[in-house]
């Protein structure tokens, strides 16, 4: 399994973001263990195009999205939020 990893920026980010939705914290935390463990397996989980060219997004929920990037050993989770905040 690869080594769940976060940027400075996405932890502050996720902080002010499960203070804000503290009703989908379980739901957050499952999707990136999913995708942590396989990111085929997480459902609508898609490459990104243009500035977020080599990045990844998962669906959280219908209004909420995770960015990340994929290496061989590790997730490195980048961004969270809603569609329009996150692209």
């Known amino acids: ?3 769940r990893l976060a940027t400075a920026n996405f932890i502050r980010v996720y ?3 499960l203070r804000e939705h503290p009703e989908i914290e379980e739901k957050v935390e499952e999707v990136m263990e999913r995708v ?10 898609h490459s990104l195009h243009g500035k977020l060219a080599g ?4 669906r959280v929920s219908q209004s909420y999205r995770l ?3 994929l290496e061989p050993d590790a997730v490195i989770f980048i961004d969270i939020g809603s569609h ?3 692209y």
């Not at 990045?55 to 998962?58: N, W």
């Open 1 to 3: 399994m690869r080594r």
């Open 15 to 17: 902080s002010a973001f």
């Open 36 to 45: 942590v463990a396989d990111t085929r397996a997480v459902a609508h989980a």
């Open 55 to 58: 990045f990844y997004a998962a």
């Open 67 to 69: 960015v990340f990037a």
């Open 84 to 86: 329009d905040d996150v």
